[in-house]
């Protein structure tokens, strides 16, 4: 971004689209944790250190608290501003602000410390954020697919308000709490689900898994399975289907545009349809790989152990018979052979006697 090459490096003669800068962000607003909200409490984290540099940051930073706060309360949820003094959680914000200061505000379920201690590990499972499916229909709506169907509500209501001050609140799009759970139910269960059918292609639609796909994010190699079909999504959402009456003709009519994507998806009747839509994947790469300065301080740099050739050793353990009846025997044994020995000792005169020679 900084380079001007987001969310793709500029090319003479491909219609691509427009760069976006640092200079086009007018605010931040982040969501990082939001699970496990107690009591419904959301907090608002914000950046004392900018906000005491500039008034004019400061006066945008609480307009986004004040708007936020309001639009919690029509869904029962108390928005609490975190203290100023503490700073901000681990967010991507932080990186912005480095850049130049902006108004922005994280949003989580916790003041202080984290709630969910097992985040972005292999434990972080649906059963520890009120999101259990087991022996579940996706037709049963989660706690958790309520909790975030508020949050999500609050934030269109207030994106709506801030972006037309002067705009009615019922202009501002209402959360879908069925799609909300259709998408927790498809990503923490079962991605062999109605929804994700629909969305890919045919024949990835039939290799889908029964079981939830792996979450972690390592080094920068490949997309893993969660990228892919996060991207489909989007397009599903955000485009619209052409008329194309086969996967031939599912294809960009002009050929250095890079605006738009064509997709063959299944669809709802899962035979096929071209879908057209605006999205595209960006390397998520941090720029000290690509200037190769990896002592650098400014960007991120870090390193992943990993295991190139897998190998196994099996060791027979005997049954717990046997291993007793092994045993019996070795007890059986010594007993009799301390007493052989004790009698051999004590009649060694008589059996070891040797005859005196004569001469």
């Known amino acids: 971004m900084e380079k001007g090459e987001f969310p793709v490096k500029q090319t003479d003669d491909v219609i691509q689209p427009a760069n976006v800068n640092l200079g086009h962000i007018a605010a931040f607003l982040e969501l990082r944790q939001i699970g496990l909200m107690n009591a419904s409490q959301m907090w608002l984290h914000t950046d004392p250190v900018s906000q005491g ?184 959402f955000l485009g619209e289907e052409i008329s194309a009456p086969t996967l031939s003709d599912c294809k960009n009519p002009i050929s250095n545009d890079q605006i738009f994507s064509y997709d063959w998806i299944a669809g709802n009747h899962g035979n096929g349809t071209c879908w057209k839509s605006y999205t595209y994947k960006t390397p998520a790469l941090s720029p000290a790989f690509v200037i190769e300065d990896w002592a650098s301080t400014e960007y991120s740099t870090w390193t992943e152990s990993r295991w190139t050739a897998y190998s196994a050793r099996m060791f027979y353990v005997a049954s717990t018979g046997q291993q007793t009846i092994l045993l019996s025997i070795g007890v059986i044994v010594l007993l009799v052979s301390m007493v052989l ?19």
């Open 53 to 236: 540099r500039d008034p004019g940051v400061k006066q945008k930073t609480e307009d986004i608290v004040k708007e936020l706060t309001s639009a919690s309360k029509d869904y029962g949820i108390d928005a609490i501003g975190a203290p100023t003094d503490q700073g901000l959680p681990p967010a991507s914000f932080q990186r912005f602000l480095r850049s130049g200061d902006v108004s922005g505000v994280v949003i989580t379920d916790h003041e202080k410390e984290f709630k969910n201690r097992y985040y972005q590990s292999r434990f972080d499972l649906p059963e520890l954020v009120d999101a259990e499916y087991d022996n579940q229909t996706e037709d049963y709506i989660s706690p958790l697919a309520k909790v975030l169907t508020n949050v999500t509500s609050v934030l269109a209501q207030s994106l709506v308000n801030l972006a037309m001050p002067n705009g009615s609140t019922t202009d501002a799009p209402q959360a879908d709490l069925t799609l909300t759970n259709q998408l927790l139910y498809c990503f923490l269960y079962r991605p062999n689900c109605t929804l994700l059918r629909k969305v890919l292609s045919v024949g990835n639609s039939k290799q889908l898994s029964n079981r939830p796909y792996q979450r972690y994010v390592g080094v920068y190699t490949s997309p893993n399975s969660i990228t892919h079909i996060i991207e489909k999504l989007v397009a599903y």
């Open 341 to 359: 020995v004790y009698f051999v000792n004590k009649k060694s005169d008589v059996l070891f006697s040797q005859e005196e020679d004569p001469y």
